[in-house]
C-alpha cells in the first residue's frame, strides 16, 4: 500500500469545521490514486462517517481504551468507536504516551480489541531526543514493536500500519532528515522479519510522521522504503494537507 496519507487533527476541529474541510478537500486531490484516512476527535466520528460515505476517505480514531468495556469513567472502547464507524485507529502516539503515560502493554491490549472489532490500527512508535542521542534508537524501536506485537498472528498484521514518529520531530519544525527515516524503517522491516518473517516484513506499510510540511515533502517524498505519512499541524488547513498530498502526484507526473 502506497501513497497514504494521514491527518491527525489532534485535539482541533470541531464536526462543522471537518465538514467544511472534506467538502473542499475532496475537490484537490485524487482520492483514485491514493490511501487517505481523516483522524478525528471522538465527539465527531459518526458524523464524520456520514459525510465520508461513497468516498474513499477512511474514518479514524485518535485513540482507543484497552478493555472491553467496565468502570472507566470518560474512557471509549473498541466496540464504541465501531459503532460510530471508525474504520481505523491510532495507538500509542507519543503524546498518549507522554502525557496520559501509555506503556507498550497497554497499547498492546489496544491492538487487540480494535482488531477484536476489525478496526485497522496505525501504531505509532518513535525515540526521544535523549534516546537517539544516546545512540539507543533500534533498541527503542525494536523494544516498543515487540510489546506492542506480542501475541499477534501474522494475519492480524494485514490490518496495521506502522508509523515511525520521531518524538523530537512532533509538532516542532524539526523533522528527521531522510537517512533516519530510512534507517527506522530499515530497522522495523528487520525486526517484523525477525518476530514474523520476510515476506510480511517486505510488505508491511511504514509511513512518517512529525513536522512535515508543504515545504519538505518534496524532500521527504524522495524516501524508497516508507508508504507515506501521518500529519498533525500541517493537515488542519485542507489546502496544506492537499497541496502535501499532490506533491508525489506532481512528481509521478514528470517521471
Ligand atoms: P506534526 O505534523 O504537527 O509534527 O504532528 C505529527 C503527528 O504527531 C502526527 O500524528
Known amino acids: ?24 478537500l475532496k475537490n484537490l486531490i485524487d482520492l483514485n490514486s ?9 465527539t465527531a466520528l459518526k458524523q464524520t462517517k456520514d459525510i465520508l460515505n461513497g468516498l474513499s476517505i477512511l474514518t479514524g480514531a485518535q485513540n482507543v481504551h484497552q478493555e472491553e468495556a467496565g468502570a472507566f469513567t470518560g474512557e471509549i472502547n473498541a466496540q ?18 507522554k502525557y496520559f503515560k501509555e506503556k507498550d502493554y497497554e497499547i498492546n491490549k489496544k491492538i487487540k480489541q480494535l482488531m477484536k472489532y476489525n ?9 526521544t531526543k535523549e534516546e537517539r542521542t544516546s545512540g539507543n534508537t533500534k533498541k527503542v524501536i525494536y523494544t516498543q514493536l515487540r510489546e506492542a506485537l506480542a501475541g499477534l498472528y501474522e494475519n492480524e498484521l494485514d490490518n496495521m500500519i506502522i508509523a515511525y514518529e520521531p518524538v523530537w520531530a512532533i509538532g516542532t519544525g524539526e523533522n528527521a ?11 522495523i522491516r528487520q525486526t517484523i522479519k525477525d518476530l514474523y518473517n520476510k515476506n510480511i516484513a517486505e510488505k508491511f506499510p511504514v509511513i ?48
Do not use: W
Open 1 to 24: 500500500m502506497n501513497n497514504i496519507y494521514f491527518a491527525n487533527f489532534k485535539m482541533n476541529l470541531t464536526f462543522a469545521e471537518i465538514e467544511a474541510y472534506v467538502k473542499s
Open 34 to 42: 491514493n490511501h487517505i484516512g481523516l483522524f478525528v476527535p471522538f
Open 80 to 97: 464504541m468507536l465501531k459503532e460510530c464507524g471508525t474504520d481505523i485507529a491510532i495507538v500509542g502516539h507519543s503524546e498518549r504516551r
Open 119 to 127: 478496526i485497522k490500527v496505525v501504531l505509532c512508535i518513535g525515540e
Open 177 to 187: 532528515t531522510n537517512k533516519m527515516i530510512e534507517e527506522v524503517s530499515q530497522i
Open 208 to 255: 512518517y510522521g512529525g513536522s512535515v510540511t508543504v515545504k519538505n515533502i518534496k524532500l521527504l517524498s524522495k524516501i524508497k522504503n516508507i508508504n507515506g505519512f501521518l500529519i498533525g499541524g500541517a493537515s488542519l488547513n485542507y489546502n496544506t494537507f492537499a497541496e502535501i498530498i499532490n506533491e508525489k502526484m506532481k512528481k509521478t507526473a514528470n517521471v
